[in-house]
């Protein structure tokens, strides 16, 4: 990428921009205002590190650690020259971006690139019967409450080797101005209607996401030509229902779990929603349970069928099967994430064993039947991905939860002090939900190396936890204090 980088700028690739959004590191990228053309990988969209943040931030690492962030940058970029590095003197209007604004274009491009990949799996398909859509909009969602629009399992469309082999290559198609614009736009938008929490905020919807798509590129790498995965010109076309039980056939269906992911934790008020219900708000009135997350989707859905966003819409379905299947998807992708729910959950167990018995049965119902459950547990890690990745990756965001937590503590919003079993609770929390998480996902046989990964850093940041977390509580605390001195 030298050719198109600059004198005294370092220039990174999209793989090295989720590696730093997924270190929490969102403001060391900043996004080139267009796409560059990389020879035998096409237009790509790259970034600009800003290096006054870099240089302003770099982590310091633990004795547990196996490397930082700034190595796996140092390690992993394509970039040009470094020559003058940290020189102040490379910065442009584009610095000047706030937090967000990196945010939404990171996202932007993520989801832009999946467009790409959903319009040319349409192939010569009919055009898009608007009057007919237009009415399945006004109608879908509008009756039952989100969670009892739940289903055990979401038929998925696939491809055959004959449909893949003639699919048009994703990076040749445009998906227009107007809708990339309103993707901006709704993006925005669902930015702003994240609230200032120090956890639940669009920086960790933006973490999550960046997770999600680590994990489906990790499944996709054997397809070919995906938008979340570089092509390779020796991959055999073939349809991937045995290895990733179909999640790999459809780019619909990665576009769903990530824009479920973004819109996730809309508006989340920063407690539990025990407590929505204990304070009868408006949302836990209509809700019962399951409040935060069925309000995040009711947002999020009404805000996508304006006619603001028409140009959007027409790119992600043109079928009234494919509006439904969408829809499907982001109610199941979104109420996974209530992990709290005791009815939930055993349910979602119930169904994970009965899916991935010693003896399964191998046809098209049960592979929707297994991605339906591993796309649950998918999002599930994605949430608290913090736990299995760096120790600083996830000390930083223990805290930021720990300090939401207190914050409702001290507002009268929760009965009992976090910080007296916080340490407590962590070890617990590693024990039993998040290394048996970690576990289903390298047990189901679809993230491959990623699955390992993430079990690794569970229990090590566990086990650190176990020799640290005591004394980070106290760290916390005088954190919060000092963060509200008056």
């Known amino acids: 990428m030298e050719s198109t980088s600059e004198r005294n700028r370092i220039q990174v690739s999209h793989v090295t921009a989720d590696l730093l959004v997924a270190s929490g590191l969102s403001a060391w990228i900043i996004p080139r205002k267009s796409n560059v053309f990389v020879k035998g990988k096409g237009e790509m969209q790259t970034y600009w590190l800003n290096t006054k943040a870099a240089k302003a931030s770099k982590p310091s690492k633990s004795g547990n650690e196996m490397t930082t962030v700034s190595e796996t940058l140092s390690n992993n ?5 470094v020559e003058g590095a940290f020189d102040d003197s490379d910065v442009d209007d584009s610095e000047a971006m706030t937090k967000r604004e990196r945010l939404v ?45 739940f289903v055990p399992i979401i038929p998925l ?11 048009q290559k994703a990076s040749s198609v445009n998906v227009g101005e107007e809708a990339k614009t309103q993707l901006r736009n709704f993006l925005t938008n669902v930015a702003s209607m994240y609230r200032d929490n120090p956890f639940h905020n669009f920086e960790h919807a933006s973490h999550v996401t960046s997770s999600v798509k680590k994990l489906l590129t990790r499944i996709v790498n054997v397809d070919d030509g995906n938008g979340l995965s570089t092509p390779r010109d020796n991959i055999d ?14 780019p619909l269906t990665q576009f769903s779990v990530l824009f479920s992911a973004i819109i996730h934790d809309m508006d989340h008020p920063g407690v539990p929603n025990a407590q929505l219900v204990k304070e009868n708000t408006r949302s836990a009135q209509i809700f019962k349970k399951s409040v935060a997350e069925q309000n995040s989707v009711e947002l999020a859905w009404a805000m996508l069928m304006g006619n603001e966003y028409d140009a959007l819409r027409a790119c992600i379905y043109h079928t009234e099967e494919d509006l439904r299947r969408f829809r499907q998807l982001v109610v199941n992708t979104v109420m996974a994430t209530d992990i709290v729910d005791k009815e939930l959950q055993a349910l979602r167990k119930a169904r994970w064993e009965t899916a991935f018995a010693d003896s399964p049965v191998h046809n ?11 796309i649950e547990h998918l999002i599930q890690a994605s949430d608290v991905s ?19 937590c207190y914050d409702a503590f001290k507002s009268g919003r929760a009965e009992s002090d976090p910080s007296e079993n916080w340490y407590r609770g962590e070890i617990g929390f590693f024990d039993f939900y998040v290394i048996p998480l970690a576990k289903k996902l390298e047990n189901c046989g679809v993230f491959g190396v990623s699955s390992h990964e993430y079990l690794s850093y569970a229990r090590s940041n566990r086990a650190e936890w176990a020799r640290e977390g005591e004394n980070l509580v106290q760290q916390y605390l005088a954190k919060y204090e000092e963060m509200n001195k008056h």
Not at 77 to 81: I, Y
Not at 158 to 165: E, I, K, P, V
């Open 105 to 149: 274009e990171y996202n932007v491009e993520v989801l832009t690139s999946l467009l790409q990949e959903i319009i040319a799996s349409r192939g010569d398909v009919v055009a898009r019967n608007d009057r007919s859509l237009s009415t399945v909009e006004a109608t879908i969602g509008t009756g039952d409450t989100v969670l009892e629009e």
């Open 364 to 374: 098209e119902t049960s592979n929707d039947c297994k991605a339906t459950i591993v």
């Open 157 to 167: 469309k696939r491809f055959d080797a004959g449909d893949l082999s003639k699919r």
């Open 386 to 404: 913090h736990t299995m990745q760096h120790w600083h990756i996830y000390k930083s965001w223990n805290q930021k939860f720990f300090l939401e």
């Open 77 to 81: 970029s394509d970039s040009s020259s």
């Open 237 to 250: 076309l073939a349809d991937m229902a045995g290895h990733s039980y179909g999640i790999t056939s459809d």
